[in-house]
Every structure is written in structure tokens, then in C-alpha cells.
């Protein structure tokens, strides 16, 4: 649970200079709790996973040509 509590203040500590701002849409890397954290601080704003990371994430479940 630390390790929870540390994500989340990090992902608040990323958060705070966006404050006062208006945020409509936040592409991420899936930081654990940085999700939560922008869905907290701006409600209204529409979470994306980066497409980059999705693809990255996704070439393990890829067979591998080597054999």
C-alpha cells in the first residue's frame, strides 16, 4: 500500500502545475494512479492511453519469428 501512496502523490506532484488550467483530454502512459489522479483534479477531462505505449505493450503477445 506505500508503494500505492507514492504513485499517487508523484502522479499529484505531475499534476499540480495544470492547476487552474482547464485540461479536456490527457494521453498517458498508464502510470499507475496518474488515471485517477487526473480524473480527480479535472472530472471532465477524457483519458487516453498513449498509442505508442498500447503498441509497445502489445508486441509480447506477438509470436516470435526466430523460431
Do not use: E, R, W
Not at 508503494?3 to 502523490?9: E, N, P
Not at 487552474?20 to 492511453?49: E, R, W
Request: glycine share 6%.
Amino acid at each position: 500500500m506505500a508503494s500505492s501512496l507514492g504513485k499517487i502523490s508523484f502522479s499529484i506532484a505531475l499534476t499540480t502545475n495544470l492547476l487552474g488550467q482547464d485540461v479536456l483530454i490527457a494521453c498517458i502512459d498508464d502510470l499507475k494512479g496518474l488515471s485517477d489522479v487526473m480524473g480527480i483534479l479535472y472530472p471532465k477531462t477524457q483519458i487516453q492511453q498513449c498509442m505508442v505505449h498500447t503498441v509497445y505493450c502489445s508486441i509480447k503477445f506477438l509470436p516470435s519469428m526466430n523460431t
